[in-house]
């Protein structure tokens, strides 16, 4: 920290200490000093603070310009501000100063905005509604965390003086929820993603099915669902999405700027489906359903044609509910199938994505076979990866396979932090809170074009995870530094002030009801050294 900081920090520190002396018995006053505009997680490009804060009123107007998806976002923006504030902040298309939300052509890119902030308001600009979006995230990130609370709070509500210049080093900025090991339902879905759009996570990867259970309906094949989705890891119920529900929650990741990416998982992990239709399967015996943990035990019958009027039919009805560009095929540990058989189902499956106009993901086992032209690869190895297994990744990147970098060993949400953690798996080892941050995706894979990195994705598997409570423990604090690693550039990329801003977010989950695991790492409850 630079000397004069560490003045303002001790004046800042005083003045709340003279203020609690003369509020003694009253609640407990806010810091009347603002955010400073960098104690943002992501880290945004560019920060040039200075002027007055601009300070939220009973007065405020959200202006914002014709645009309607310009206007949602005002009213998201909105419904975060008038329970705490208590104020009304009207939306309005005229007038000028409060808070703006601009659209305007400008160097921002799809996803990028600038916030500018002075006496007289705070204006967010973008190229569009999503830039906007993001930059109604680090507005909230620059408000007192009680502005996140459900009832009316004494502020003050002031935003530090100064301009962010915002946008994103990656486009791909994912996190995967394995909704097939354990069933999470639509509204647990729908608090992953608000706590995903805090942190301007811009893909849902679902992972719709898995051989504990299959989790969408599909009309010309209705007992994959009913049947195959009906139990679950440990036995319980399963359940599964119907295509309303499904609907919803495309619509509701749309609403905060995510883009559901679904995944059938294909050849292997397929026990649900087989148990589902006899006819599946090479032998024309349905297994039973599965409970436990184990992987790589089940195929689809490749030698049947049968198999490819399902993936048809399934990959069909499946594009027809997914608005984005992908679709995710999984691909790994088929250790049921014999190699010419996983590269003969990929040849024959790759090409149903696209004729249902989606783009094929698959996990990176998929290099080993012939990866369709504008494929994305995701890659879970670890650095104990053989360096064969590798040099495959890193050749298909070469001849243009895009690559989502997800190593088990750094991003996955599902690993235990430590022993001592009591959810999740260990074995891609245990990863503390820095092990999952100070890495660099662009050099994490030697040979790699710069290119073909096309962003991150934080995985979390649900073998050990059965509610929301357990989701948030293993997502955080984790899980802003993957959103970081995504979104910031790599020049930004420093574990000792990072550990200052994570610390800082605390706040904001104990507010929102997000449980966390408190890292020895962070610095809770300081401003750090
Ligand atoms: C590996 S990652 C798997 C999953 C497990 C996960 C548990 C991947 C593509 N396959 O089937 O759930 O490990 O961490």
């Given at each position: ?175 995967m929820l394995d909704v097939s090991r354990h069933f999470f339902t639509v509204?647990q879905v ?16 679902l992972h719709l099915s898995d051989d504990q259970g299959w989790r969408i309906a599909v009309?010309?094949w209705p007992r994959l669902a009913t049947y195959g989705g009906s139990t679950e890891v440990g036995g319980g119920p399963g359940g599964y999405y119907t295509?309303?529900q ?17 995944e059938i998982d294909m050849p292997g992990h397929t026990n649900a489906a087989l148990a589902s239709y006899a006819?599946l399967n090479c032998d024309?015996v349905a297994p039973p359903l599965y409970t436990g943990t184990d992987v790589g035990f089940s195929s689809l019958c ?8 399902f993936?048809?039919?399934v ?15 999984g691909?790994d540990e088929a250790h049921s199938t ?25 996990w ?48 996955y949400l599902d690993m235990k ?5 009591p959810l999740g798996l260990s074995w ?31 995985p979390m598997w649900s073998e050990t995870l059965e509610d929301s409570e357990h989701i948030?423990y293993m ?55």
């Amino acid at each position: 920290m630079r000397p004069h900081h560490r003045t303002l920090r001790l004046l800042g520190s005083l003045l709340l200490l003279a203020m609690g002396v003369s509020m003694t018995g009253a609640a407990p006053a806010q810091a009347a000093s603002p955010t400073p505009l960098d104690r943002v997680i992501p880290a945004p490009a560019s920060v040039a603070p200075g002027g007055s804060p601009y300070r939220i009123t009973r007065g405020t107007h959200i202006h914002v310009d014709g645009s309607r998806a310009a206007r949602r976002v005002a009213e998201y923006l909105a419904a975060v501000l008038r329970p705490s504030t208590g104020y009304r902040l009207p939306i309005t298309d005229r007038g000028a100063g409060g808070i703006r939300l601009r659209l305007a052509k400008g160097p921002f890119g799809a996803e990028g905005y600038r916030l500018d902030s002075g006496r007289k308001g705070v204006t967010l600009t973008a190229a569009g509604p999503a830039g906007l979006f993001h930059g109604v995230q680090t507005l909230r990130q620059l408000l007192p965390a009680a502005v996140e609370k459900d009832t009316v709070q004494p502020g003050p509500w002031l935003v530090a003086g100064g301009t962010i210049t915002d946008s994103p080093r990656y486009g791909w900025r994912g996190a995967m929820l394995d909704v097939s090991r354990h069933f999470f339902t639509v509204d647990q879905v729908k608090r992953y993603i608000d706590q995903l759009a805090l942190y301007k996570i811009n893909k849902l990867h679902l992972h719709l099915s898995d051989d504990q259970g299959w989790r969408i309906a599909v009309d010309s094949w209705p007992r994959l669902a009913t049947y195959g989705g009906s139990t679950e890891v440990g036995g319980g119920p399963g359940g599964y999405y119907t295509k309303a529900q499904y609907k919803e929650i495309v619509r509701y990741a749309g609403s905060r700027y995510l883009e559901v990416v679904p995944e059938i998982d294909m050849p292997g992990h397929t026990n649900a489906a087989l148990a589902s239709y006899a006819e599946l399967n090479c032998d024309g015996v349905a297994p039973p359903l599965y409970t436990g943990t184990d992987v790589g035990f089940s195929s689809l019958c490749v030698g049947k044609e049968i198999t490819y009027d399902f993936v048809d039919d399934v990959i069909r009805e499946l594009a027809a509910l997914t608005p984005g560009k992908y679709l995710h095929i999984g691909g790994d540990e088929a250790h049921s199938t014999s190699h010419e058989d996983y590269v003969e189902f990929m040849d024959r499956v790759q090409p149903v994505v696209a004729k249902y106009g989606k783009t094929v993901v698959g996990w990176h086992q998929l290099t080993g076979a012939t990866p369709a032209k504008g494929a994305l690869a995701q890659y879970w190895g670890l650095d104990s990866t053989s360096a064969e297994e590798k040099a495959q990744v890193v050749k298909a990147a070469q001849s243009g396979t895009g690559l989502i970098l997800s190593p088990a060993d750094r991003v996955y949400l599902d690993m235990k932090y430590t022993k001592d953690t009591p959810l999740g798996l260990s074995w891609a080892g245990y990863v503390e809170v820095r092990r999952s941050y100070d890495w660099d995706p662009g050099a994490y894979l030697a040979g790699v074009p710069a290119g073909a990195v096309r962003g991150v994705e934080a995985p979390m598997w649900s073998e050990t995870l059965e509610d929301s409570e357990h989701i948030e423990y293993m997502a955080f604090p984790r899980l802003p530094g993957v959103a970081e690693l995504g979104w910031s550039s790599a020049a930004s990329h420093d574990w000792e002030r990072y550990k200052v801003r994570l610390a800082a977010q605390a706040e904001r989950w104990d507010v929102l009801g997000i449980g966390y695991y408190r890292s020895p790492q962070v610095p809770w409850g300081s401003d750090g050294p």
